[in-house]
DNA sequence: AACGCCTATCCATCATACAAATAGAAGGCT
DNA sequence: AGCCTTCTATTTGTATGATGGATAGGCGTT
């Protein structure tokens, strides 16, 4: 029977047990993976079940499947990164510093860039979304609500962008910022500010203004940009550095 | 048996007919795909075959599979378009100006700040790569090189920003300035003076200018913006407008 | 040492059977 | 009639066995 809980059916859940253990890196990157039939005993499921969680994972560019040859992980720069499994997967096992890091960087070029657009082409419901998120931070009476206020923010503005690409790096923001909360907790000031920092972008949208919206949602980001960049520098010599 | 004939093994054939299918719309969004069975019957393959189809097509965001529900289109906010395939299959059927546009937007935010990066971060390889491109660009003899060359120096750039999120986002800058080329052709000036504003990303990197790097970079994708924006206006009355 | 042939071992594909989930119809209750 | 429950038929989910096809690596020949 199969020895894992999480997901609907067999195959999803195969594919989460699997695609955790080669992101974790549980399998040597240069041999070969258990084969077909060495998988479906360790995890106590039948070759079907093995071979579509094979498929969704090749399919994500995590691994290759071919003849007499095996199943074998594929170079880390081919995986779907952006995937959301993937990223989610990924994050459960690293998040050091390092991988922090390099979500700010890809966060500052996207999101000013996102409240720029919103500020030429958001509708008035799209403002209205990111104007209520807003008030959801404001009026938040726990940390985590005011988390998801803060993702519900962030996230609107992507769709206001009403560019597809944009839109479709939701997820990636979304698991930056549930992720960086632990880090960019301590150095953030009152939650006050932040709230009126989040409404200069607001502002500068519905005044369709772009400049001005770039310019804010950057200020938001770099603080926490030069934060992590602070503690890089700081942790030179410690070798490893993981929030768990 | 089998009605295509691209690709590897079949399930991966089945995967890019269905997925290619889907993509251009020749499904109706509202109801169902036809069921396991008829896809069978419809292509001429076993059912482990569609069934593979379809567990990679769902991991792409494209599609969901329930029991008595059958096989659904999931709304197109959740599809990967990230994702090569994807991409491909999407810019196969549908390369029209706005989402040439929604390239160049994403482009945009992308690529000066990954050239910010490599200023930053690049090694002395990476930047050696990126000036091996632009000496490509500088011999080419037809357009064709032209344009690979060009490509090799905008993923060089992606790679020398050591982050791996910006790396993986070289498939989509190769596609975009795949595509869009038809429609920069004919507003780009010479190609020395093209090869010219690419090499003063190079000397910014090497001379280790992250400002100058992003604004170089600016200036080479915001004259292909423009040129586009000007476009989408002149059309706003006709219909439809695509490149083939 | 170089080359081509062989073979054992993988995955690829197909076919079949049964289990599980559930949408929608059928029926019964108020 | 309207609502709730039950049942059933349909569709995917899972397991298994059989056969085909590709090929890495060994073996033998030159």
């Given at each position: 029977?199969?020895?894992?809980?999480?997901?609907?059916?067999?195959?999803?859940r195969?594919?989460?047990?699997?695609?955790?253990?080669?992101?974790?890196?549980?399998?040597?990157?240069n041999?070969?993976?258990?084969?077909?039939?060495?998988?479906?005993?360790?995890?106590?499921?039948?070759?079907?079940?093995?071979?579509?969680?094979?498929?969704?994972?090749?399919?994500?560019?995590?691994?290759?499947?071919?003849?007499?040859?095996?199943?074998?992980?594929?170079?880390?720069?081919?995986?779907?990164?952006?995937?959301?499994?993937?990223?989610?997967?990924?994050?459960?096992?690293?998040?050091?510093?390092?991988?922090?890091?390099?979500?700010?960087?890809?966060?500052?070029?996207?999101?000013?860039?996102?409240?720029?657009?919103?500020?030429?082409?958001?509708?008035?419901?799209?403002?209205?979304?990111?104007?209520?998120?807003?008030?959801?931070?404001?009026?938040?009476?726990?940390?985590?609500?005011?988390?998801?206020?803060?993702?519900?923010?962030h996230?609107?503005?992507?769709?206001?962008?009403?560019?597809?690409?944009?839109?479709?790096?939701?997820?990636?923001?979304?698991?930056?910022?549930?992720?960086?909360?632990n880090?960019?907790?301590?150095?953030?000031?009152?939650?006050?500010?932040?709230?009126?920092?989040?409404?200069?972008?607001?502002?500068?949208?519905?005044?369709?203004?772009?400049?001005r919206?770039?310019?804010?949602?950057?200020?938001?980001?770099?603080?926490?940009?030069?934060?992590?960049?602070?503690?890089?520098?700081?942790?030179?010599?410690?070798?490893?550095?993981?929030?768990?």
């Amino acid at each position: 029977m199969a020895i894992f809980d999480k997901g609907n059916n067999l195959s999803q859940r195969m594919t989460q047990a699997l695609g955790r253990a080669i992101v974790c890196g549980e399998y040597d990157r240069n041999e070969s993976l258990p084969t077909e039939a060495e998988l479906c005993t360790q995890f106590g499921v039948s070759r079907s079940a093995v071979r579509e969680a094979v498929k969704m994972l090749s399919a994500k560019g995590l691994i290759s499947s071919r003849p007499r040859q095996g199943i074998r992980i594929l170079p880390e720069e081919d995986w779907n990164i952006l995937d959301p499994d993937l990223l989610q997967w990924s994050l459960e096992s690293k998040p050091t510093l390092k991988v922090l890091h390099e979500f700010l960087q890809l966060r500052i070029a996207i999101e000013p860039e996102a409240a720029a657009l919103a500020a030429k082409y958001a509708s008035p419901t799209e403002i209205a979304a990111i104007a209520k998120s807003l008030e959801r931070m404001r009026t938040a009476t726990t940390p985590e609500e005011a988390l998801e206020a803060d993702i519900a923010f962030h996230v609107s503005v992507l769709y206001a962008s009403n560019n597809r690409f944009y839109i479709r790096l939701r997820d990636f923001i979304q698991t930056a910022l549930r992720v960086s909360i632990n880090y960019t907790n301590p150095i953030k000031a009152d939650h006050e500010v932040v709230v009126e920092e989040h409404g200069k972008v607001l502002l500068a949208v519905q005044n369709r203004n772009p400049e001005r919206a770039k310019r804010a949602m950057l200020f938001l980001i770099d603080e926490a940009l030069s934060f992590i960049e602070a503690a890089l520098a700081k942790e030179s010599q410690p070798q490893e550095n993981s929030l768990a």
